[in-house]
């Protein structure tokens, strides 16, 4: 399935209907399959989202009750540290709801390394899903992502070693080029790639050059991680805005 870019006045109107798109994907995934799976993105681009799902009316439109909620990437700090993603989608949209705290999963950053955390996370993601394909990666109903300057997603870095992972579903990584410098863990190739749906959020000019290299030149996931992003049997969202999309030469809707 191609990939779809949609792109937004500005990051008010982006988030207004990414935040549409969340709601639609999470309901068609429960009355599907009686439950959604999701995977949460940290980074500066999606608490606009998140804030507007956390309020009515939007938060009284998804059955949180049947929702189950992970992170994508990590960072290895303390649980309530301000860089902590999922202290961010805590903050910012998991206490407004009614999701039932058994069914949200932080990283367990308490452990005694990043490999323990990124270890212990992929078991929690095995029993979550349940039994499948021991062989294939378990299938998120919606992951949503992010794309650095950098070309990374996730804390799938440039030239990281985890960019060739297979066999794993969660790993640790080092630390990217970008600020704070600690310890990742992060989901891989494998199991983004296995989600029925992926919204990227991309927002300012300072993206453009990125988008403009992953949509229209293509480079390898070694040079440009997000590149590396395309579902094997899923849809692909990018919602950008104007400015992201200002170096773009096709402007497709």
């Known amino acids: 399935m191609p990939a779809s870019l949609k792109i937004f006045r500005d990051h008010d109107e982006l988030a207004a209907h990414a935040a549409g798109l969340i709601i639609t994907t999470i309901m068609d995934a429960i009355r599907a399959r009686g439950r959604a799976l999701i995977a949460l993105s940290g980074g500066s681009t999606w608490p606009k989202t998140y804030a507007l799902l956390a309020q009515p009316p939007m938060r009284e439109q998804i059955d949180w009750a049947r929702t189950f909620v992970f992170v ?5 700090v303390p649980a309530h540290d301000r860089e902590n993603n999922f202290a961010m989608a805590q903050r910012v949209l998991l206490s407004h709801v009614d999701v039932p705290p058994a069914q949200t999963f932080p990283v367990p950053t308490h452990l005694a390394s990043a490999t323990a ?41 440039p030239g990281a070693a985890s960019l060739s992972v297979t066999d794993q579903w969660v790993v640790a990584a080092p630390p990217g080029i970008l600020p704070p410098a600690v310890e990742r863990i992060t989901m891989t190739f494998p199991i983004f790639n296995a989600a029925r749906a992926i919204i990227f959020l991309v927002t300012g000019a300072a993206k453009a050059q990125i988008l403009h290299d992953v949509l229209e030149v293509r480079p390898s996931r070694d040079v440009c991680p997000a590149a590396g992003i395309a579902p094997v049997d899923g849809a692909l969202y990018w919602f950008v805005d104007e400015a992201a999309a200002s170096r773009l030469s096709a402007k497709r809707q």
């Open 117 to 157: 955390a990124a270890d212990a996370y992929a078991a929690t993601i095995e029993a979550v899903f349940g039994e499948r394909d021991a062989k294939a990666p378990p299938r998120f109903d919606l992951v949503l992502l992010g794309a650095g300057v950098d070309g990374h997603t996730a804390a799938l870095f």
């Open 72 to 76: 994508g990437d990590e960072r290895f």
